[in-house]
């Protein structure tokens, strides 16, 4: 903290347009230079979603947020558009699962704006584990499937559901557990996408780390507890910033050459690329803890087991089955280039749900694009989104 203090307060006085070594290629040399220590050491906030609005028939339409439930480790929260409130909209509801993995559910600012238009959108906003007080309980892989079903029933039945990555799970083992009981929170649509339905098919650097290491590693190497003075204190937490080494690890050469290209861009003056730069960091490196129950469980059942894939997954004892889905189309989709998820990994769920007629599935690979592209970005804009919306709409009401 000191040092970002001593950065920032470095990079104001050399870039202070009164200060004339502001103007000198070495004033703009060191600004930029102590720009890049200020980014690498400060402690980045929960991004806002930002969706103030959203075009509907080519006119614009506000849009706010609204928490509709709120537990302990997530709020499910909805994007309310004009025409919300009092029923003049008919659009499918649809609740998007963001993943729970470091960063927050602003991540999936892209994937809500793109779906805004044509549905009334709910998501998980899930709650960094260092603000829970210890008295609020602990939170596993079980806990996370009671949280799906319970928003399920707070959107009510008849809704779609959309999850982005380690979701997919999740959302497949809650719509299993409602199918069986026939009960009427089953969705209409299941969307699964760059999902680890089944690891063991073109596993992925995070999957092989998963594999060639023992729990009690990953106990011991990644568990922290959370200090002082968060209100989470003591609470043993999987820490953001370890999750996300590890992601910048895996592309460190791209994270290197970005960072130097702002300082170039610095140098030359180039605002506006050094602004996008901020914003896609300002929303990367803000990340959040996981609680350890969770992560630890989700490493042996998801990564090192597979046992979903398998069949040997249990929720508080009951068999997870996905063969009983039979009344929720799926659609699963990947990445091409996915180098988390990989290509496979979450087309496997097509099989798992084995009762569900050709009509009520669908599968779509993107070419070219990673794991990030297959929710944010111009494919995912202009080719992803618009099959699922298809999609939703050929399975509702």
Known sequence: MPLRFAAEAGKMMLSHPANPISYTPVGRALSASLELVEGATRHYQKPAFGLDSTEIDGVEVPVHEEVVARLPFCQLKRFVRAGDENGEMEHPRLLIVAPLSGHYATLLRDTARAMLPDHDVYITDWRNASRVPLRDGGFDLDDYIDYLMDFLGVIGPGCHTLAVCQPSVPLLAAVSLLSVADDPRVPLTMTLMGGPIDTRINPTTPNDLAQDHTLEWFERTVIQ???????????????????????MAMNLDRHVGAHMRLYHNLLKGDGDSADQHRAFYDEYLAVMDLSAEYYLQTIVKVFQEHQLAVGTFHYRDQLIDPSAITKCALMTVEGGKDDISGVGQTR??????????DTMRMHYEQPDVGHYGVFNGRRWRQEISPRIKTFIAQHGD
């Open 225 to 247: 507890r959370v200090p002082a003075p968060n209100p989470g204190y003591m609470r043993p937490v999987y820490p953001g910033f370890l999750q996300l080494s590890g992601f």
């Open 348 to 357: 496997a769920a097509q099989d798992l749900c084995s009762a569900l007629p």
